[in-house]
């Protein structure tokens, strides 16, 4: 298990500090630890579909201190969800990184990736990320947005561009800063001069009518949500920050259920959002007559009214059938959009690089 | 184990949304639940000296479906640092709300107080908590500050005072609004003219010459932290944000560990600080003539100076000595302080109380 190569450090999601567990090599090999001296059976079990190592959970090997441990890989760069499994109970490090999906409190780990290292900080200005409270009459409840403002929005009077950027089912509003490292992708797109400078608002997915409950399905969410975030959340965004408030400064996108939700919002609201983007989702049953209220029945009053159709999805996830798809009803109907695909699965490495893709292409004045 | 008591919705600490476990019931009765159909042993381990229920780890029973449950209190109003103990490891509960405590990711229980609940979000306005990330020359390494920003600081050009408080020890610059509530604190204290409007700032307690190590002691945390707090931290704010820069608008604060960090700080720097605020600690091994570079050596010029001094501490972690020490020593040598102590242990629970004394006592012009 010993390892000679250099332990990188890894930068934390709730924190600008690494956590000692897990350890990753340089080599990516990544060693998990785990104190359970009376435990008969310690697992790490790595989710997703693009790990490298097994899809099963793993089993760590007891050592002479009562500390378990198991060194895998080289695992895949980027973002990985993980849980320990102690005698088959699914437990969570409290000596690794946490972070919030599977519709739980999960670990997290982070293997630096050589070719797309644009998710992790500079030394560039950096924008701010911000817990914004606010109060919804539709729902009875407090709830929260993320809000990023981009360097030096405090210093000057001027007014920005907003993307509003949802997240997938499962997850919460913390998943595109937490996960998505989108704050240190906007702020490095902005220094290089690669992309507006603009505000991102990342709202909690799921709306009940009549208080919060726990995070609920997509059919659930699908419930209040597009009226909370039409007829609260862009309101008190407009109220609350220096926006240009029209539909030319303004775009809705999101990954999965978020992808959906996008479509549905902007598509039926296209006197709010001149850019739409669906990652790794949307388009679903669609039909041309009837979808989104009938949004798609001329597309040529479409395509001059929208600014950006964006579409993306990573190529371990059907990316090559959802381009075809795309092909065969926008396509064939002349609709104009943009198609985006990378390596990558249904997980934060693919929607990382569709931000990277997507930002630049927005508010292009 | 079934209660006929109401569920109380107790608002998550790194959402605005309820995780499912534990289940507090209003009688202050609380349900934890924890599958594991294969361990042999569940416990719940409470921490701190304040829960009113056992110090030590607490067995849950196997139902037949194989989840674990117990009952247990009533328990103390207030927040509890807790963790599962799994056949013998520790862990975190993934369907409960985690904080940072103990130097770990720990689960957190919220206890609604009946008689305090001034730290419950309530509907006033709500200022913003702020992520903001900065550059340390001296550690080298990427540090980040939470600042509470109070209601309106958008959409006016008024500039504020700023309140710097620190936490301590095993914890990080989250816990004054994960765990403390600081934020909605103030938002009430504003809402009811009870405190100025104030920006308030969170630093990590922690910097280390040479890149940022794990959290680390508070020899550690004294290393290079003064420095790291007055050269780049205290100018990084008033460049980033509308203070009013002057030491009459600028007061430092802190508990346990932060508390003798805002001493050392304030104290050293009265050309900067006119206000400073020790919870729970501070004046350890004190020498009039010595103690804080001579601070306290001419006490009329220093109460000239300052413009408050405050001490306080919980009643159930040695208020009364810490009270007879403080009247031993700066109220022999007759230097102006106040003192508050309050119900409560070494815990958030005596540290919210601290912050609703000492916010209103701030910034009276």
Request: negative net charge; contains cysteine; glycine residues 10%.
């Amino acid at each position: 298990m010993r390892s000679k190569s250099r332990v990188l450090p890894v930068a934390g999601i709730t924190s600008a500090q690494p956590q000692p567990h897990p350890i990753v090599h340089e080599d990516r090999r990544v060693a998990f630890v785990f104190d359970a001296p009376q435990a008969t059976s310690v697992k790490v079990f790595v989710r997703g579909d693009a790990t490298d190592i097994s899809k099963e959970p793993i089993d760590l090997v007891k050592g002479e201190n009562g500390q378990w441990a198991v060194t895998v890989g080289p695992v895949r760069p980027g973002f990985h969800y993980y849980n320990m499994v102690v005698d088959g109970a699914s437990c969570v490090d409290g000596q690794a990184e946490v972070c919030w999906g599977w519709g739980r409190v999960m670990n997290a780990l982070e293997v630096p990736d050589p070719d797309y290292g644009f998710y992790l900080p500079r030394d560039v200005p950096h924008g701010e990320v911000r817990l914004h409270y606010y109060h919804s009459a539709i729902t009875g409840a407090l709830r929260r947005a993320i809000v990023y403002t981009p360097p030096g929005y405090d210093q000057g009077r001027k007014r920005y561009p907003v993307l509003y950027l949802q997240h997938g089912a499962g997850e919460s509003e913390r998943g595109w800063t937490w996960h998505g490292k989108a704050n240190f992708i906007l702020d490095s797109l902005i220094a290089d001069g690669k992309c507006a400078p603009m505000i991102m608002v990342n709202d909690q997915g799921y709306a009940a009518e009549g208080g919060m409950k726990a995070f609920g399905t997509e059919e659930q969410g699908s419930n209040v949500f597009p009226r909370v975030f039409v007829e609260e959340l862009v309101p008190d965004v407009d109220a609350h920050y220096r926006t240009l408030a029209d539909r030319d400064h303004r775009a809705v996108a999101g990954l999965s259920m978020g992808a959906g939700q996008a479509m549905q919002i902007g598509l039926t609201h296209l006197d709010m959002f001149a850019g739409i983007a669906a990652m790794s989702g949307g388009l679903r049953r669609f039909d041309a007559q009837t979808s989104y209220e009938g949004a798609f029945r001329d597309p040529a009053a479409l395509n001059a009214r929208l600014r950006l159709l964006w579409f993306g999805a990573g190529q371990e996830e059907g990316a090559a059938q959802r381009k075809a798809e795309l092909e065969g009803t926008l396509g064939k109907l002349g609709v104009n959009y943009v198609w985006y695909d990378c390596i990558g699965a249904h997980d934060w490495n693919t929607w990382r690089k569709h931000l990277l893709d997507l930002a630049p292409r927005l508010f292009r004045d």
